[in-house]
């Protein structure tokens, strides 16, 4: 804030002021060395209104520069909340990167439930009525096949988002950084105003009676002016402190949302994958026990068939062991054949005892006529 410069003059009595340059707390404090530097240039300027003449080309350039005090300070202060910053959040909230990730994500995780469908395990059907093949758990996974390429292209729309988030941390950081230092301008333009204020009111009340027409310019020309400007500049100081806070609020914010889509595409990806999995694993299971029952069953059926086996066996056994071994028919049959084949033998027997008889004496009769046959051949 360049300040006309002026000749050494000799100061003016000390009056007393009716405001004090620390009538209010500096927001932002100033080194020792900058508010002695702007003392000096306050008691300069003021002893120039009081040397110059009226009616002078550089008394009326010193009230023109009383009407611009601050205004460069405040101008370049209001712009910095116009930048880059501001014009690339410019787009509606649902016109983001990160809105339009995330909506999608929650839309397909949402979709992806298995919740969502009840029962996996249930038969598919057309209205509830007429079966499509199939249970829910394979349609399922086929929903889940086909979003898969969404859900992988929105999580890189996520990370570039994420990114967005970052390199609007490092903006932030930028605009903070020059936030401060038009504040530190702002507040040595206050001290200013606020000391140039002090000092006219208080020779503006000295003047009264010695050259009131000199208290009348200074008052209406310059100290109005001043207070004017002074409350503008301190208007946008608040404005100033006020942006600057709010950014920092939007730096910590900005890093919780940093970290919050790094989980979403991490943890929240992972829940949805373990989901996957159980369900996956769930529906396999439920298969093998559907196959663990089918084996079941077949055991529980050849247990059956077995012991029904076992009883015909059991009943045969005990049929088999009630009869003989060669069975009532067939001893029957033997014993006949037996008794028959004695009954022929004793027949034999008589029979033969008749011809051994026959027999007996037709050997006899041989016999008796063989000595004298064996007599007449053995004498000759």
């Known amino acids: 804030m360049p300040v006309p410069e002026v000749p050494q003059v000799p100061q003016a009595p000390e009056v007393l002021t009716p405001v004090t340059a620390e009538a209010s ?47 460069e300070e405040v101008a370049d202060a209001a712009g910095l909340m116009q930048g880059p910053l501001m014009q690339r ?33 249930r038969p598919r059907k057309l209205w509830g009525l007429i079966p499509l093949g199939g249970n829910r758990l394979d349609a399922y996974f086929r929903r889940h ?8 292209a929105l999580v890189t729309q996520l990370y570039t988002a994420r990114d967005g988030l970052q390199r609007d941390g490092v903006d932030i950081e930028a605009v903070r950084g020059k936030l401060w230092e038009a504040m530190q301008k702002l507040a040595a333009a206050a001290y200013f105003a606020r000391t140039l204020d002090a000092r ?18 200074l008052s209406e020309d310059a100290l109005f002016y001043v207070r004017q400007n002074l409350q503008d500049i301190q208007t946008q100081q608040a404005v100033c402190v006020n942006g600057y806070l709010a950014l920092d609020v939007l730096r910590k914010t900005g890093r ?8 979403v595409a991490t943890t929240g990806l992972s829940a949805l994958a373990v989901a996957q999995v159980v369900a996956r694993a769930l529906g396999h299971q439920a298969q093998v026990m559907d196959l663990l029952g089918g084996v079941n069953a077949s055991i529980g059926d050849l247990a059956a068939q077995t012991g029904r086996q076992l009883g015909a066996h059991v009943a045969q056994s005990a049929q088999f062991a009630k009869d003989p071994a060669l069975g009532l028919d067939r001893i029957r049959e033997m ?25 007996e004496g037709m050997l006899r009769q041989q016999l008796g006529q063989a000595p004298a046959r064996v007599t007449t051949t053995g004498g000759g």
């Open 25 to 71: 707390t500096e927001l932002v404090p100033i080194k020792p060395e900058a508010r002695a530097a702007i003392d000096q240039q306050v008691e300069r300027f003021v002893a120039a209104l009081l040397h110059d003449d009226l009616h002078d080309q550089a008394f009326k350039v010193r009230l023109q520069w009383t009407l611009a005090l601050g205004r």
């Open 89 to 121: 959040h410019a787009a509606g909230v649902q016109d983001q990167a990160a809105h339009e990730a995330l909506a999608g994500l929650r839309a397909q995780i949402e979709a992806l439930n298995p919740d969502r469908d009840g029962d996996l395990l």
């Open 145 to 152: 096949a086909q979003a898969v390429p969404l859900v992988q």
């Open 200 to 217: 006219l009111a208080g020779q503006v009340q000295a003047l009264q009676a010695s050259d009131p027409q000199r208290a009348r310019t």
């Open 256 to 263: 919780e949302l940093i970290i919050g889509c790094t989980r």
């Open 335 to 359: 014993l006949g054949q037996t008794v028959q084949a004695i009954e022929v033998m004793d027949r034999y027997r008589e029979e033969a005892v008749q011809v051994l008889g026959r027999n």
